[in-house]
């Protein structure tokens, strides 16, 4: 399986930003179509924001659109998330994997989001 490692999450105030990072090693994603996702405490994983191969096609949660943007950089294997005008709710730790996710990649640490109210 492929390598995921999310970073750039932190602490930020409601309405700030953040960008996350999710590179992959040992393997790339090459063909594959990404998508990032969030577990909030006491609650199931839920899907965020996806990405086709060529970034010409995205897709977002209701609750986020408008606010966060995914994007992808093959040639470095990361897919990004810049994610705008933080709210409370956004708070969770964010993981990405292949979406759907299909054994490709297992899920890894994720990245801790914080959002102050």
């Known amino acids: 399986q492929v390598r995921l490692v999310e970073s750039g999450g932190g602490l930020v105030q409601a309405g700030g930003s953040l960008r996350l990072s999710c590179a992959a090693s040992?393997?790339?994603?090459?063909?594959?179509?990404m998508g990032w996702f969030r577990q909030a405490p006491g609650k199931e994983r839920e899907f965020v924001a996806g990405i086709n191969w060529s970034g010409g096609s995205t897709s977002y949660t209701d609750s986020v659109k408008g606010r966060f943007t995914v994007s992808r950089d093959n040639a470095k294997n990361t897919m990004y998330l810049q994610m705008n005008n933080l709210k409370p709710e956004d708070a969770a730790v964010y993981y990405c994997?292949?979406?759907?996710?299909?054994?490709?990649?297992?899920w890894g640490q994720g990245t801790q989001v914080t959002v102050s109210s």
């Open positions: 040992g393997r790339s994603f090459t063909g594959l179509t």
């Open positions: 994997n292949t979406w759907p996710i299909n054994g490709f990649a297992s």
